[in-house]
């Protein structure tokens, strides 16, 4: 009833409504970082993608396609592999590689650039292995 004094213990202090607003914004936006970055579910190449000269990876590293959701390693021998960047775990696209370790942001989970072994959990499944080629000084990578 408007007009009507509410009594000590029905009134909502303004600390208290301030402290919910805060632990409600706090769980969004821990939901928020286990989701991929733009609201879509992160997702690898489904046709085959030309991520530029082969020569952008180095013989015994690795290098990240952030915009495909692949990293691709190349072997000292010259060799090509290619993983999906797609976090076997939660399904958020990894954006972290060092060196040949490939670190997910949202829950930790790490996986070897080279192999797509997990090295951390919570992920224990492997990252999913992609095809990958030179030709004609192109690296092409496909499902």
Do not use: Q, W
């Not at 706090?26 to 928020?32: I, P």
């Not at 013989?59 to 290619?82: F, P, W």
């Amino acid at each position: 009833m408007p007009g009507t004094p509410l009594s000590s213990s029905a009134r909502l202090s303004r600390r208290t409504a301030l402290r919910g607003v805060a632990v409600a914004g706090t769980v969004g936006l821990g939901l928020t970082a286990c989701s991929p970055e733009d609201g879509g579910s992160a997702a690898a190449p489904s046709v085959p993608v030309d991520l530029g000269s082969a020569e952008d990876v180095p013989k015994g590293g690795a290098k990240l396609y952030n915009d495909e959701n692949v990293v691709v390693s190349r072997a000292e021998d010259g060799t090509y592999k290619a993983f999906s960047t797609v976090c076997t775990h939660a399904g958020c696209p990894i954006r972290m590689l060092k060196g040949t370790e490939l670190t997910c942001n949202c829950h930790g989970s790490k996986f070897d650039a080279t192999t797509g072994k997990v090295l951390h959990e919570p992920a224990t499944v492997p990252l999913t292995e992609l095809k990958a080629k030179a030709e004609g000084g192109k690296l092409i990578v496909s499902p």
